[in-house]
T-cell receptor
Framework: DGGITQSPKYLFRKEGQNVTLSCEQNLNHDAMYWYRQDPGQGLRLIYYSQIVNDFQKGDIAEGYSVSREKKESFPLTVTSAQKNPTAFYLC???????????????FGPGTRLTVT | QKEVEQDPGPLSVPEGAIVSLNCTYSNSAFQYFMWYRQYSRKGPELLMYTYSSGNKEDGRFTAQVDKSSKYISLFIRDSQPSDSATYLCAILYSSASKIIFGSGTRLSIRP
């Protein structure tokens, strides 16, 4: 089955701890994305990567870091510098359109992070 | 001003009703207009997209874009309880680095 997997589904952390969210895809997509979803705010782009070993900041990158060492994997680290980390995190992938972001993105099931 | 505005709802209608979901946007440069559907505690999935203006139909779903008024709509005919979800409009222009998502409208279809 082709798709995107995110783990874990639920994650609980204490304030001040870094936490890494996993995202893996077997769709052979070049581009991968991380979004944050808060109630009433839609999806906000954190980071995206259009090719291995390269990534760009999105609208709300502060307090987050990513790596893209393999095409299939795009882990997101939520650092202690992120002021309000409790949220629903979604990973997505798409084909690389060559002229910008593709309109069709495939999303994983999400990870709900709670920091107390 | 937000680049795309969407009424968050919630919207509750009886089974079989016609549903109209709407968004407005501010930048006339946008070229792709998408609707994503998100079931509770799941990731969104692309439902329909339209390039430029006009209508597009897929089964019970019709997407409509009015570029003159910067208004996009999704119509659902013969609505079913399985259509209960959050619907996110999304917009994009060619060579852009990101999709702009609306905040989503939560729809509930009552049996």
């Amino acid at each position: 089955d082709g798709g995107i997997t995110q783990s874990p589904k639920y994650l609980f952390r204490k304030e001040g701890q870094n936490v890494t969210l996993s995202c893996e895809q077997n769709l052979n997509h070049d581009a991968m994305y991380w979004y944050r979803q808060d109630p009433g705010q839609g999806l906000r782009l954190i980071y995206y990567s259009q090719i291995v070993n390269d990534f760009q900041k999105g609208d709300i990158a502060e307090g987050y870091s990513v790596s893209r060492e393999k095409k299939e994997s795009f882990p997101l680290t939520v650092t202690s510098a992120q002021k309000n980390p409790t949220a629903f995190y979604l990973c997505a992938s798409s084909i690389e359109s060559g002229t910008g972001v593709s309109y069709e993105q495939y999303f994983g099931p999400g990870t709900r992070l709670t920091v107390t | 001003q937000k680049e795309v505005e969407q009424d968050p709802g919630p919207l509750s209608v009886p089974e079989g009703a016609i549903v109209s979901l709407n968004c407005t946007y501010s930048n006339s440069a946008f070229q792709y207009f998408m609707w994503y559907r998100q079931y509770s505690r799941k990731g969104p999935e692309l439902l329909m997209y339209t390039y430029s203006s006009g209508n597009k139909e897929d089964g019970r779903f019709t997407a409509q874009v009015d570029k003159s008024s910067k208004y996009i709509s999704l119509f659902i005919r013969d609505s079913q309880p399985s259509d209960s979800a959050t619907y996110l409009c999304a917009i994009l222009y060619s060579s852009a680095s990101k999709i702009i998502f609306g905040s989503g409208t939560r729809l509930s279809i009552r049996p």
